[in-house]
């Protein structure tokens, strides 16, 4: 019997939006579950590795030294990783953060904007969140590939569910994922 691949997924500073693409693939997930098992990943609620994995699919950039370690762990026990979505290949809407450009201190204008200066907050006590259990908010948003070496980019905001099956397919037959035009454009 030949063993099935193993895939480990994760979501670092995104919305999910990847991982209900990879539950968008309609009748393919059956087939994936055929192919591959799953490893750590919110879709197994395992939160650390039980071995090595074939695959790893990352969705999400890094804002903070948690996302940091958790995609540096990613890479350690993957022989593949897949950067999925905007967020992961280039930081996506929370790399706007990056763009402050007119502030000396960009994260801080920002938290104070998020938690206490806007119109729209309640915070009578004016404080911003700085408990010791939360992650430390880096100096700006990194991208995957900043951080550590990617092996494919799947663009898209989020991909669609074909795209993703595609390319988890050819992965799990020992081939390189598919990158033609028509698969990775939006008009």
């Known amino acids: 019997m030949k063993r099935k691949k193993r895939i480990a997924t994760v979501s670092l500073a995104g919305c999910f939006g990847c991982h209900m693409s990879l539950l968008d693939m309609d009748e393919h997930i059956l087939e994936l579950m055929e192919l591959a098992e799953f490893d750590r990943s919110p879709l197994t609620d395992f939160k650390t590795f039980s071995r090595r994995c074939d695959i790893g699919v990352i969705e999400g950039g890094c804002c903070n030294e948690e996302n940091v370690h958790t995609l540096q762990e990613f890479r350690k026990h993957c022989d593949v990783l897949v950067a999925v979505g905007q967020c992961a ?19 801080r204008e920002c938290l104070e904007e998020a938690y206490s200066s806007s119109a729209k907050v309640y915070n009578p006590s004016n404080q911003i969140p700085n408990d010791a259990a939360l992650p430390l908010l880096l100096d700006k948003v990194y991208t995957c590939a900043e951080v550590v070496k990617i092996d494919y980019q799947i663009p898209g905001c989020p991909p669609s569910g074909e795209v993703l099956w595609a390319t988890l397919a050819a992965l799990i037959k020992g081939e390189p994922a598919p990158q033609e035009y028509h698969m990775i454009k939006y008009d």
């Open 89 to 107: 290949i280039m930081g996506g809407l929370p790399v706007m953060r990056n763009a402050i450009m007119h502030s000396k201190d960009p994260l």
